[in-house]
């Protein structure tokens, strides 16, 4: 069981800088006090295609890194646990 601790703290650690270099790469999504009364409904070439764009990736990968953050925060708590 020491084993199964160690590996996972490794990935623990592993996933958290990297999670932290991810979220430190995005830029800013702030539209400021005008975006959020008005609301931004453009669509346009763009914003249909951002899923395929460096920041749209940067997203979806920050996405993942952190569900398997919580996924590895629960399983260690419960390696504790025993």
């Known amino acids: ?3 199964v601790k160690y590996v996972l703290i490794g990935i623990y ?3 958290c800088l990297g999670l932290i270099v991810l979220a430190m790469m995005q830029s ?5 006090a005008s975006g959020t009364i008005m609301g931004s409904t453009t669509s346009n ?3 249909k295609n951002k899923g395929r ?12 890194l952190g569900i398997i953050f919580a ?12």
């Open 53 to 64: 764009t460096k920041e749209g990736k940067l997203k979806k990968w920050t996405i993942i």
């Open 1 to 3: 069981m020491e084993v």
């Open 28 to 32: 800013s999504e702030d539209s400021g």
């Open 71 to 82: 996924v590895l925060t629960i399983a260690l708590s419960i390696v504790y646990a025993m």
């Open 45 to 47: 070439f763009y914003e």
């Open 13 to 15: 650690v592993i996933v």
